[in-house]
């Protein structure tokens, strides 16, 4: 019923700059965290960067991406800047959302997006 969809990923040099973008659609009464994480090679599913009331990034984040919601459009974005080529991976958008004012919260995903950046 709820599907969160991803777009702008791709291949980009050393240094370059993308746009990540995450829009929800589906039965959705309320959303609290948006979020994005990554997978990159050899490491496991990483919180890259969320936004619940404030951004908060993990520290191989700051001060090179930004994360910014647009709640009237159901949207999370993630502008990644000064990209390496250790950032290529798999970018996943997650949303906590309350379909219903008296159901549960629950987690959706994305299916994820190619980052990929070469040197």
């Known amino acids: 019923q709820v599907q969160l969809v991803e777009s702008g990923g791709g291949l980009v040099q050393a240094g370059g700059s993308l746009r990540l973008s995450c829009a929800a659609s589906g039965r959705i009464f309320s959303i609290s965290v948006m979020g994005w994480y990554r997978q990159v090679q050899g490491k496991q599913r990483e919180l890259v960067a969320s936004?619940?009331?404030?951004?908060n990034y993990a520290d191989s984040a700051k001060g090179r991406f930004t994360v910014s919601r647009d709640n009237a459009k159901n949207t999370v974005y993630l502008h990644l800047n000064s990209l390496e080529p250790e950032d290529t991976g798999v970018y996943y958008c997650?949303?906590?959302?309350?379909?219903?004012?008296?159901?549960?919260?629950?987690?959706?995903w994305g299916q994820g997006t190619q980052v990929t950046v070469s040197s």
């Open positions: 936004f619940g009331d404030t951004p």
């Open positions: 997650t949303m906590v959302i309350q379909e219903r004012s008296w159901g549960p919260w629950s987690a959706y």
